[in-house]
């Protein structure tokens, strides 16, 4: 702040006051401010700078949830989503199950805002995609389809058929689980799975999926569900290919490239068509960890709102400063 805005009398202060309420709070135009005060309107306009400069004015933004809004727009914007909703950066000091639990609550109020009746929901299965269908309160009837099968070690109230079950008590409508492992043993295995009755009616409804609710996991230790199912030599294995990210145990590399791998033949899961297919993807990637993993998924053109925290959004920020997101 300059000297003389510091030394500005009490009348200059109260000019610019009721300039800045007419415009802020009356909602005034500058032209018929100058009117009413004699001046021009770009007169009205340095006015309104003085007194935003000078700490007359200050303008605060108070969302209905806790949202760093110049982050989110950041986001938003470096990757061309239609949303970005990031936590603000308080919770950087909260333990991680504090911040899933603020991850899901976003999540669910977001779905539940933007679900309509004609909606087919889908859910993978991830920890925060289950504090979302605790968190759901309200949902229109719409059916809920599970994208991929059972981790295996899971319990029965964190497993992603539960985590349907919930959500489809909430909406009223009918629920599509899938009763089977997520990671089978063979190729054989799996396509006979697939054929069974249930599987096979819940795989069906994959084509008409609108919106879907998915968690990014990243390919290291404790960061993915498919990750840790496997055992250390197709993991390195799969590494080696390029694996950087995981979204309903389908794999993508560094650049958002859906990526092939023997894992495809022996997973319960939505295929990368499938997904990519979807007109509305809400994944939810949160953690300094998974920033990488959260850029290659964003990169893939495939998730239209990200919700994510600020450990994650700094990282993600400068990986698209270092090079640009281009349109898929």
Request: include cysteine.
């Amino acid at each position: 702040m300059s000297a003389s805005r510091k030394s500005a009398s009490l009348t200059e202060a109260l000019l610019l006051a009721t300039v800045a309420r007419r415009f802020y709070v009356q909602g005034r135009s500058k032209l018929e401010i100058a009117d009413e005060f004699g001046v021009s309107r770009f007169k009205v306009a340095r006015m309104l700078d003085t007194a935003m400069e000078s700490g007359l004015v200050r303008v605060e933004f108070s969302l209905p949830a806790p949202v760093d809004l110049a982050l989110s727009d950041e986001v938003r914007s470096a990757y061309g989503l239609e949303r970005a909703l990031v936590l603000e950066r308080s919770t950087e000091r909260e333990p991680k199950e504090v911040v899933r639990a603020k991850i899901g609550s976003l999540a669910a109020r977001l779905l539940e805002e933007i679900a309509v009746p004609s909606d087919v929901i889908g859910l993978s299965w991830a920890r925060s995609v289950n504090a979302m269908a605790e968190a759901v309160r309200s949902l229109p009837r719409c059916p809920i389809v599970q994208l991929c099968g059972v981790q295996a070690g899971m319990d029965m109230r964190g497993r992603s058929v539960e985590t349907v079950s919930r959500v489809t008590s909430v909406s009223g409508g009918d629920a599509y689980p899938i009763f089977g492992p997520l990671v089978l043993p063979d190729r054989r295995t799996t396509e006979t799975l697939r054929r069974q009755p249930g599987i096979a009616e819940t795989f069906g409804q994959f084509r008409n999926l609108t919106k879907a609710v998915v968690s990014i996991g990243a390919w290291q230790p404790g960061e993915s569900t498919v990750y840790d199912a496997l055992d250390e030599a197709e993991r390195a294995a799969i590494a080696a290919r390029g694996a950087t990210a995981e979204v309903a145990a389908r794999l993508f590399d560094a650049s958002g490239n859906a990526l092939s791998t023997g894992l495809a033949h022996h997973v319960l899961a939505i295929s990368h068509e499938e997904l990519m297919a979807v007109p509305e993807v809400i994944a939810l990637g949160y953690s300094r960890p998974k920033a990488a993993a959260v850029d290659a998924v964003l990169r893939s053109g495939m998730v239209s709102t990200l919700i994510t925290d600020a450990a994650a959004a700094v990282p993600l920020l400068a990986l698209a400063a270092k090079n640009p997101v281009m349109p898929r």
